[in-house]
C-alpha cells in the first residue's frame, strides 16, 4: 500500500454537507460524481496531499443508506492506494482478511475499488484504490 489514498464520509444530504466542508476547509468541492452500480453520488475535496469523499445514497438499498439507518452520518472508510489490486487481494485473502466481492470494481474518480469487511481489520471498512491506466 502507498498512501491513504482518501477518507469516505456518509452523508444524507450532499448539498448541505458540500456546503458544510467547504466552509472547513475554506474551498469548493472539486468533483461531484454517480457511482450508480452503488447507489451512491460522491464529491471531493482536495485537502493538500489528501483527499476527503463525502457519499450520499440514490436509494434506500445503497451501501451509504444502510450504513446511516445503522450507524448515522460520519466516517464510513479509509481507502489506500494500491499499484496492482489483484495481487493486493490474493496477499490480504492469503493474510486471513475478508475482501467483499470476487473482483475489483470501477469506482468513482476513475479508480478500480475493493473493499475489505470491516470485521476482519477491527471495525473499520477498507477500501483498496487502484487508479485506471488510460
Excluded: W
Excluded at 86 to 106: I, N, Q, Y
Amino acid at each position: 500500500m502507498n498512501k491513504i489514498e482518501h477518507i469516505g464520509i456518509a452523508v444524507t444530504n450532499l448539498k448541505k454537507s458540500n456546503e458544510l466542508f467547504s466552509k472547513l476547509f475554506n474551498k469548493s468541492h472539486y468533483k461531484t460524481e454517480e457511482v450508480k452500480s452503488e447507489g451512491v453520488v460522491t464529491s471531493f475535496f482536495k485537502i493538500g496531499e489528501n483527499k476527503i469523499e463525502l457519499l450520499e445514497a440514490t436509494n434506500k438499498e445503497s451501501p451509504i443508506a444502510k450504513f446511516i439507518d445503522k450507524k448515522g452520518e460520519g466516517i464510513h472508510h479509509i481507502a489506500f492506494d494500491v499499484d496492482d489490486i489483484e495481487s493486493e487481494v490474493k496477499r490480504l485473502k492469503k493474510e486471513g482478511f475478508k475482501v467483499l466481492s470476487d473482483a475489483p470494481k470501477k469506482g468513482a474518480d476513475n479508480k478500480m475499488v475493493v473493499f475489505l469487511h470491516p470485521k476482519s481489520s477491527n471495525g473499520v471498512l477498507i477500501e483498496l484504490c487502484q487508479e485506471i491506466k488510460k
